[in-house]
């Protein structure tokens, strides 16, 4: 057992060895520190920012009875603020059933259907949007984790996506978020693109809204065909976007322009 | 501090998903009234003369001892904070009566019209607007005397380069 | 039920027409880093490619480029700075540089803006078709011409 | 179903010139979109927000489509006894939302 996790342990480290040419952790910059002083204002205070909102009413669905079960989240998983603890920092997560990683929305949806025994709730839902914004509050300040190795081949894939040009305009993510993020895509500063503040309220959508919400943005930016939500392809940019990301602060639920 | 929250039934007929998604679309081209490039329709500075009239009543204002805050450069439109001050005593004699905040561009000029007395202390209102364009965004203010005061901000929005596709 | 906000906008606010999928690409000669004739057989419109370049849901260059242009709110810093680019280049040399600049540069993350092979999984609204019809390639060309200083 | 976030503090001192800081869930639809299809969308906004504090009305704004969705509204009182600050939002298609708070003078 213990040389189980030792030669795990040695995976992720060679693992990341070979990705060091990527993003340097001491590179990594959430856009927190890009953004204007007025919209840091609207995250930093519960009070002011309107992603709580969402959070109140994931707070009251994890105390409701749902399904065929009559189960509520409470009844398994009890107190959010301490089973819930780390839980975004670390997903996707790898899920043994079905051999792949399973992103938050994908895990509580799994809850739904085998605990609770009731229907998925549909991506960007306003019940899923406030579950996975409740469930992600309780790993705000904690780091961004990505260690089963397990998730290394979702890694690759991912990070081949994250590479590869695409669509009409034949770019690919790593053009704007690894080379060139600080610059002005028009008015507006590149962020590196982090995974570390979901579901975020974005202004420009004045709502909260998951990753794959925002990845879909950027596919479409690039005139390329989308994927669609859930989607593995997705799962797999997000599982590359969190290993980029490792160490890095979850602020979720955060405010993003 | 206090958190309140409560649930409230709304009477509105909820808009379906796939047209909630279609504003969404609509309103990531750019800003809130991105589809008015479709259907045009902004206010003019006219319009925006005549909001004012309608407040001031052909009354005199004068720019001065009203502080709006406005970041010059907005990261979206969608959601721009103001804050709205004004030097006034707050005393039951000398008091401000109405803070306004009216837009030169955005397809109908009023943004917010509040009421407010002695009692609130200090004069101060925050709120977060739609701005449709860049453009000149005006904060007035109306006394006990009856005179009105006004600030102007001009505010330059950034517009999202990415798109957002629809579902 | 997969309607794009893109091509919709696009249809509205370019003047110019949209290049149709049906449309094959007109065939150009590359000579050198230049291509000497128009893709049209007639010289653009400078005004018209002003409006373009200007006009960041048509020609996309302010996203990335600045340039002499003020109407164009917000430049990008993404790319070089078109002031002075028609002292820079030939018309021909804009020309390669527009409709498929990867030939001079291999790397850039400029898009070809005449090109519909060797793209990658492209939104079904914008399959097949170029960025830029050759017309409005040839105005842009006109209108970057005269950026001489 | 509209929740409220509210930020009064629960004890002031009298005399005392406090924030009360509001946010509510609501779409606030302008009236001047359009969908893709050329239909236009019904303007649903919250038109009003009134504040009370034992009673008596301390702060009153009218609201218009230029409010982001999710409207957060900021003002000042001056705590003059212990009581009830009320807050309600009301607007178009029946929209009406209260909400009360405690506040503690001394």
């Known amino acids: 057992m213990r040389r189980a996790v030792l030669f795990a342990a040695m995976l992720a480290v060679i693992g990341s060895l070979a990705r060091a040419s990527d993003l340097p952790p001491d590179k990594q910059r959430s856009s927190y520190q890009d953004m204007a002083p007025a919209t840091r204002a609207m995250q930093d205070a519960d009070t002011d920012n309107p992603a709580m909102l969402w959070v109140l009413d994931g707070e009251a669905l994890w105390q409701t009875k749902a399904g065929n079960a009559g189960r509520a989240c409470a009844d398994c998983h009890g107190d959010a603020k301490q089973s819930m603890r780390g839980t975004a920092a670390r997903h996707p997560a790898f899920d043994e059933k079905l051999n792949a990683p399973v992103n938050l929305e994908g895990r509580i949806n799994i809850c739904r259907t085998e605990q609770q025994q009731t229907a998925p709730l549909p991506y960007e839902s306003k019940e899923l949007l406030a579950l996975s914004a409740y469930v992600a509050l309780q790993s705000r300040g904690l780091p961004i ?81 989308n994927y669609p939500l859930g989607s593995p392809e997705l799962v797999a940019l997000e599982t590359y976007l969190m290993r980029r990301a490792r160490g890095m602060t979850v602020e979720s639920p955060a405010v993003r322009p | ?142 006394m006990s005397d009856g005179s009105f005061w006004s600030d102007s901000v001009s505010v330059i929005i950034t517009l999202g380069a990415c798109l957002e596709d629809l579902i | 039920m997969r309607l794009s906000v893109i091509p919709l906008v ?75 680019a028609g002292t820079r280049w030939s018309i021909g040399q804009l020309r390669l540089r527009m409709v498929d600049s990867s030939r001079v540069m291999p790397d850039t993350i400029m898009p070809a803006y005449y090109r519909i092979d060797h793209l990658v999984r492209v939104a079904p609204a914008f399959r097949g078709k170029p960025v830029l019809t050759a017309a409005q390639i040839e105005d842009v060309v006109a209108f970057l011409a005269t950026l001489k200083e | 179903m509209a929740r409220a976030l509210i930020n009064i503090p629960p004890k002031a001192k009298r005399g005392e010139i406090i924030t009360i800081r509001t946010l509510i869930s609501h779409h606030m639809e302008t009236g001047f979109r359009y969908t893709t299809t050329g239909t236009q969308i019904p303007r649903d906004i919250i038109t009003t927000f009134v504040a009370t504090y034992n009673g008596e009305e301390i702060f009153r704004a009218d609201l218009f489509p230029a409010i982001a969705a999710n409207p957060f509204i900021t003002f000042t009182t001056v705590a003059t006894e212990s009581g009830t600050i009320a807050l309600s939002w009301s607007g178009d298609n029946g929209f009406a939302a209260t909400e009360q708070v405690q506040i503690t003078v001394e």
């Open chain 1, 145 to 225: 984790e990505s260690r089963d190795p397990r998730l290394e081949p979702a890694i690759s894939a991912g990070r081949a996506e994250f590479m590869r040009r695409q669509g009409q305009l034949n770019l690919g993510c790593v053009h704007c978020h690894d080379q060139r993020f600080g610059e002005k895509l028009a008015g507006s500063t590149i962020p590196q693109g982090h995974p570390n503040g979901y579901p975020i309220y974005r202004l420009e959508w004045q709502t909260l809204g998951s990753l794959q919400r925002r990845l879909r943005n950027c596919l479409t930016g690039m005139r390329a065909d």
């Open chain 2, 1 to 142: 501090m206090t958190l309140t929250c409560k649930h409230d039934e709304i009477g509105a007929p909820k808009a379906s998903r796939r047209d909630a998604l279609r504003l969404i679309g609509a309103a990531a081209v750019g800003s809130t009234f991105a589809t008015l490039r479709i259907q045009p329709l902004s206010a003019s500075p006219a319009e925006m003369r005549t909001a004012l009239e309608r407040i001031t009543d052909g009354k005199p204002v004068t720019a001065g001892r009203v502080k709006l805050e406005i970041p010059p450069l907005v990261e979206n439109g969608n959601t721009v904070p103001i804050t709205v001050t004004v030097e006034s005593a707050m005393t039951a004699a000398d008091h401000v009566r109405a803070i306004h905040v009216v837009t030169e561009k955005n397809p109908q000029p009023n943004v917010i019209s509040c009421r407010l007395g002695p009692r609130a202390g200090r004069a101060m209102v925050s709120t977060r607007c739609r701005l449709s364009d860049t453009q000149n965004v005006i904060a007035l203010a109306e």
């Open chain 3, 10 to 84: 696009t249809l509205i606010l370019s003047a110019a027409p949209t290049a149709m999928a049906q449309d094959a690409l007109r065939p150009y000669t590359i000579d050198g880093d230049a291509i000497s004739t128009s893709l049209t057989g007639e010289d653009g419109d400078p005004a018209r490619g002003r409006e373009i370049v200007a006009n960041r849901l048509v020609g996309l260059c302010v996203l990335c480029h600045s340039g002499p242009f003020p109407e164009a709110p917000l430049q990008g810093t993404l790319a070089p700075d078109l002031k002075g």
